[in-house]
C-alpha cells in the first residue's frame, strides 16, 4: 500500500478531503452488497461494520442477511433465505433470482452507488456484476467463487464483470493474477472469527472436565444440506454410540428450525442416544471436540484453526455430482486440504443410500476415537498448517483496499469534473 492511498484512507473517519459523502443532487453516497450464503453474511457483517467506522456518511446498502442488518446495512431483501447449491436446487427458484436481480439494477439506475461489493454466490452475483458495470460502477468480489477449483473457463466472467477481486486463499492470488485480474490477497475472514470470538464459557463448562469423548457434528448451515447429510450423521453417531458408550455428541445447527428438523429425526430407539442439539455454539462445540464428522463448507477453516481431527462429508444429488466431476479440477472438496495440497481430513461424497454413506463415514471416525496417535497425528498437521496460513486481519485488509480504491475513483471524478 502507498504512502499517498493510506492518507487518503486516513481522512476518511474525519472531514474528507478528495471527495464529499453525497452526490450532486443532495443524494447520500451508496455502497451496494450482494451476498447470499449464510457465511457470507457474517464475514460481510464484519466488513461492513468496519467500512462504517471509516465512511460514516455513507449509506451501505443491498441483498444479504439478518447479520449484515445488525450491521447497518439497508437489505432490499435478504438473500440468503434463497442460498442453494446445484442446479437441481437452482432450478425452481430462477425466476425469484431473476426478480430480485432487475430489484438490484433498479437501484443502480438510480446513481450514487459508489461501488458494488460481491461475497461468494456466484451464480447469482455474476448477474448482479454484469447489471453493476453497465452503469459504470466498480465491482470488487470478495471470498470470490472458486474458479480453480472446477470451470475455471469462467474466469471470463470474472476479467469482463469485476475490476477488483480480494482473494483469501494462499494459492488464489498467482492464480489470479496470471490471468490478468485485478487482484489484492487479503487472508480469509473466517480466522478473524476464530481470533475474535469470544467463546461462551458457561456453555463450554458443562462438559469440562469430562471423561467422555465428545464428538461436534456439523451438518451444514443450508437447509438443503441438513436434511441431505444429517440422516447419514445420525446413522454414525448410532453406531458410534454401541462402540464407545462414554461418547458423546454435540450437533451445531446454525437455524432454531434446521435444530428442530434434526431432532425430529429421531426414534424412540434413539430415547438413549447421548446426543445433544444447540443452536449458535459452533465454535464452542469444535473448540471442545476431540473429532467432528462435517458438511464441506467454509466452516472447515474454523475446524482447522482450532485444531480438531474431522473428517468430511457431502451428499448432493447423483446430478449435482455428475455436473461436479464433469468439471471439477481439483483433488479435494474441503479447504485445508486444498490448502495443504494433500488430505489431512479425509473426504466422501455419496449419492447413494444413507447406509452406504455411513460405513465410510463411521469407519473413519471410529479410526479417530479409537487410535489416539492417529488423532494426534492429524492434530499435528492441522496445527502446523494453521500457524502457516491463519493469519487474522482479513476484514481490515479488506476495507483499506476498498477505502484506497474508492478513494482514488473519487480523486479521478473531481479531476474531470475541474476539467
Not at 39 to 62: M, N, V
Not at 167 to 176: M, R, S, V
Not at 281 to 294: G, N, P, Q, R, W
Request: glycine share 6%.
Amino acid at each position: 500500500m502507498d504512502r499517498q492511498s493510506g492518507e487518503l484512507r486516513a481522512s476518511f473517519g474525519n472531514e474528507p478531503k478528495n471527495w464529499a459523502p453525497f452526490g450532486a443532487d443532495g443524494a447520500p453516497q451508496r455502497l451496494f452488497f450482494s451476498v447470499g450464503e449464510p457465511s457470507g453474511d457474517l464475514h460481510a457483517s464484519k466488513l461492513i461494520t468496519q467500512l462504517r467506522r471509516s465512511l460514516p456518511h455513507f449509506q451501505i446498502e443491498g441483498l444479504g442477511g439478518p447479520l449484515m442488518r445488525e450491521a447497518g446495512c439497508h437489505l432490499h431483501y435478504e438473500l440468503t433465505n434463497l442460498a442453494v447449491v446445484g442446479i437441481a436446487e437452482v432450478l425452481p427458484k430462477l425466476k425469484e433470482f431473476f426478480r430480485v436481480a432487475d430489484l438490484a439494477e433498479a437501484e443502480f439506475k438510480r446513481g450514487d452507488i459508489r461501488g458494488v461489493v460481491l461475497v461468494d454466490f456466484p451464480g447469482f452475483n455474476w448477474h448482479i456484476a454484469k447489471r453493476a458495470k453497465k452503469y459504470g460502477i466498480p465491482v470488487f468480489y470478495y471470498l470470490p467463487p472458486q474458479l480453480w477449483a472446477w470451470a475455471s473457463w469462467r474466469v471470463s466472467k470474472m476479467r469482463r464483470w469485476v475490476d477488483h477481486v480480494l482473494c483469501n486463499l494462499p494459492f488464489e492470488a498467482e492464480w489470479y493474477h496470471k490471468r490478468g485480474i485485478e487482484v489484492h490477497d487479503v487472508g480469509h475472514p473466517f480466522f478473524d472469527e476464530v481470533a475474535e470470538r469470544k467463546l461462551d464459557q458457561r456453555f463450554m463448562s458443562r462438559y469440562q472436565p469430562s471423561n467422555q469423548q465428545l464428538v461436534a457434528v456439523l451438518p451444514g448451515s443450508r437447509g438443503h444440506e441438513v436434511t441431505r447429510n444429517f440422516p447419514v450423521q445420525l446413522e454414525v453417531m448410532r453406531r458410534l454410540h454401541r462402540e464407545f458408550p462414554h461418547a458423546r455428541f454435540l450437533v451445531a445447527g446454525y437455524k432454531p428450525q434446521q435444530t428442530s428438523w434434526c431432532r425430529g429425526q429421531l426414534t424412540a430407539a434413539d430415547e438413549k442416544l447421548p446426543i445433544d442439539f444447540c443452536v449458535g455454539k459452533t465454535s464452542e462445540i469444535i473448540e471442545l471436540a476431540d473429532v467432528a464428522m462435517m458438511v464441506s463448507g467454509s466452516v472447515s477453516l474454523e475446524v482447522m484453526a482450532r485444531n480438531t481431527p474431522a473428517v468430511v462429508q457431502y451428499r448432493p444429488t447423483r446430478l449435482t455430482c455428475w455436473l461436479g466431476k464433469a468439471l471439477a479440477s481439483c483433488k479435494y472438496i474441503s479447504l485445508p486440504n486444498l490448502i495443504a495440497d494433500k488430505e489431512i481430513m479425509k473426504e466422501f461424497i455419496h449419492t447413494g443410500s444413507v447406509e452406504a454413506a455411513a460405513n465410510d463415514i463411521h469407519r473413519e471416525v471410529h479410526k479417530l476415537l479409537a487410535q489416539t496417535v492417529e488423532r494426534a497425528r492429524v492434530q499435528n498437521e492441522l496445527s502446523d498448517l494453521t500457524q502457516r496460513y491463519a493469519q487474522p486481519g482479513a476484514t481490515a485488509r479488506a476495507s483499506s483496499v476498498i477505502l484506497d480504491i474508492l478513494a482514488k475513483n473519487g480523486q479521478k471524478s473531481l479531476v474531470t469534473r475541474a476539467a
